[in-house]
């Protein structure tokens, strides 16, 4: 599953997912089911997400939510101030 997630840190992003696995309450641009695992995490601009989105609605071996929108698809982590 893709997500897209606004951290401090490509850390701080991985510990969300892995954190929150069994409470979720943000949504995954796309899925296609390769285990529960991490695979590839990277610091991309918010045009460059809205290309990947766009890409990815076109892609038939994955499930995207681009229909779901940016706001909707990214996930900001919570820190305390």
């Known amino acids: 599953m893709k997500y897209a997630i ?3 840190s490509a850390e701080h992003a991985k510990d969300e997912i892995t954190m929150t696995e069994h409470n979720r309450t943000f949504d995954e641009v796309t ?3 390769l285990g529960e695992q991490i ?8 045009h460059q997400l809205e ?4 890409t ?14 940016l706001e909707s698809l990214v996930h900001k982590v ?3 101030d």
């Open 39 to 46: 695979i590839d995490v990277r610091e991309i601009t918010e």
């Open 56 to 69: 990815l609605a076109e892609d038939k071996d994955e499930m995207s939510s681009h229909w779901m929108g």
């Open 78 to 80: 919570k820190y305390e």
């Open 51 to 54: 290309v990947l989105v766009s």
């Open 31 to 33: 899925q296609k089911w």
């Open 6 to 8: 606004e951290a401090k």
